[in-house]
């Protein structure tokens, strides 16, 4: 799969070997290491169990917001059908999502496609069975849920208009021939995946990726791997929190090429703008700060910027220059958390996302960040206790 056991939690691997092991009625290692590599089957299982998926609707809006911008701009003088691809596409809410801001924009579904790609089975049938639950629409506006989806007793089913409007693969990014013989792509959504590879996989599935992609095509990641694009020949489009590339003389990295920093794996949401005010609480041993001007907001957005452009170093003296000069803010603090984050000071970054808590408790970004760093400590409790108050702070905001 190409996953870094380091990224993805020694504690994670282990739990999902033991609960196959137990399925299958083995005690030692080597023996299911021996059934391991004579069953593609049971290879699928162990996918399946270390494969936890953790997604919603319009997660991180901004992309979408971008994704609106770049079509209106640029599909009026497109001859040709529209193509997307979403990898991974999880569940299906990512490439639904797309969907729904095209037909949203008055795009017909014949003047479009979207593929979408996973290498686990079980979300893919969950993708094509199309119905969710609550904890997939998260954030302040679910307006489009009235438009796309109907309500049930188990939860939310997309409206018949929108079934069919994305075609699901089972499919492996890092395979050979992965998606060879496919027309390009105008535009590509690979978003938090790529924080989870080693600096090889890394390097060669943005091979893949400019590959796929059309000359003018638009390309998506996370928040954490706009450093990885930029360093591999993408260039940014400019817009702030979109983290969206085209590609800008694509060159192959060498086999002997010096090792390239790769960010540490961090939370999806990092950078997501909160429209909540933020609580002045007091930091023990910090004084009470002043309401902040209108300028704090312009700092903020830098500090944001920096760390949406790789600039990790910068990034944590402008928040650390804002907290001193202007006093602790929730917001400041849990972009200095992810900034930390994405540098691999997981200590440090988790100090941060506890003084956002402690100004805002219900603060949902310092909530998931932090049920993150817990899986990665084993810690799996204290994880989903985390997601559940971020549910319920989301919940609150909503009404």
């Known amino acids: 799969m190409g ?9 994670t691997i282990q739990s999902a070997i033991r609960l196959r092991m137990a399925s299958l009625g083995l005690n030692q290692t080597e023996d299911y290491w021996e ?5 593609n089957e049971e290879l699928q299982e162990l996918i399946e169990a270390v494969v936890v998926p953790e997604t919603w609707f319009f997660r991180d809006p901004e992309a979408f917001a971008a994704l609106t911008r770049v079509i209106s701009e640029d599909f009026p003088a497109h ?15 990512e490439p639904y999502s797309m969907v729904m801001t095209l037909l949203d924009m008055g795009l017909l579904t014949e003047r479009f496609e979207v593929d979408a790609v996973d290498i686990s089975v079980r979300a893919l049938v969950r993708a094509r069975r199309g119905a969710y639950g609550s904890n997939s629409f998260r954030g302040g506006s679910l307006a489009f849920r009235d438009r796309y989806f109907e309500r049930g007793p188990a939860g939310y089913s997309l409206v018949d208009r929108l079934r069919g409007t994305v075609a699901f693969h089972h499919e492996n990014l890092l395979a050979p021939d992965f998606r060879s013989g496919s ?6 959504f690979c978003r938090n995946v790529l924080i989870y590879f080693d600096r090889d996989t890394q390097e060669r599935a943005m091979r893949i990726l400019a590959r796929l992609l059309a000359p ?19 260039k940014s489009i400019g817009q702030s929190m979109c983290f969206a590339f085209r590609k800008n003389s694509i060159v192959p990295t060498a086999p002997d090429a010096p090792p390239r920093p790769r960010p540490a794996a961090t939370h ?4 997501k703008r909160h429209d909540r005010q933020t609580i002045n609480r007091s930091v023990p041993g910090l004084p009470r700060p002043p309401s902040p001007p209108v300028s704090a907001v312009a700092e903020l957005a830098r500090a944001k910027q920096l760390g949406d452009l790789g600039k990790f170093a910068e990034a944590v003296k402008a928040c650390e220059d804002h907290l001193e000069q202007r006093g602790p803010t929730s917001e400041m603090y849990c972009v200095l958390g992810v900034v930390r984050d994405a ?33 990665k400590e084993g810690d799996a409790i204290g994880a989903e206790r985390l997601r559940e108050r971020a549910r319920r702070s989301q919940k609150e905001v909503r009404k």
Do not use: N, Q, W
């Not at 027309?183 to 590509?188: E, M, N, T």
């Not at 003018?216 to 993408?234: Q, R």
């Open 343 to 375: 540098m691999g000071d997981l200590r440090r970054a988790s100090e941060c996302y506890r003084k956002a808590l402690y100004l805002e408790p219900g603060h949902s970004e310092a909530l998931l960040h932090l049920a993150l760093l817990s899986d």
């Open 183 to 188: 027309a390009l792509y105008d535009v590509i």
């Open 268 to 271: 999806r949401t990092f950078f």
């Open 79 to 93: 001859g040709e059908r529209l193509r997307l691809l979403s990898v991974p596409c999880s569940t299906g809410e």
């Open 216 to 234: 003018s095509g638009l390309l998506f990641v996370g928040p954490a791997e706009a450093f990885l694009a930029a360093s591999s020949g993408f």
């Open 35 to 39: 059934t391991l590599r004579a069953s």
């Open 3 to 11: 996953l870094d056991s380091a990224s993805v939690g020694s504690a």
